[in-house]
């Protein structure tokens, strides 16, 4: 069989193509996954960019992480509120009607996504930002500890060396 050119052997029973063992979806559902992924997620690059204007991004950056975390390194400007202290504090730190984007350490740490549910449940816009700490960090973005602000050298296999951004 022939598409767009390209050959394509049927597939047998005895050599099953791992990809597609399960079919893709549809366009039409692949369009509407992708488009609610972006309405739930933020990546680290569109959050600098956002804040690097020195407005007002229209968002809050929420860093849910413990003290010790967020004395480590955080995110400049972001708000500090643990997630087990969300529920009694979330109130009284943030505005509802102001979207906030959260942060835990990074994609192996789901905290950001807990602090975003509980955000959603007491009735906060919230999008979670990909990457956490970890890929703010290793994007080459500036970063405040106790001791003041840092910068590290951007991560060639996360963030274009020499580039205002990747282009994405």
Known sequence: MRINGRKFLPMTTTAVNPVLRIAPATPAEAAAYFRASLVFHADVSDVAAALSTGGDPGFVVLDSRATESWDQGHVPGAVHLPNALIPEQAGELLDKSVPVVTYCWGPGCNGATRAALALAELGFQVKE?????EYWVREGFEFETWQGRERRAA????APIGAEDCGC
């Open 129 to 133: 930002m990909l990457g956490g700490f």
């Open 155 to 158: 991560d060639p296999l996360t």
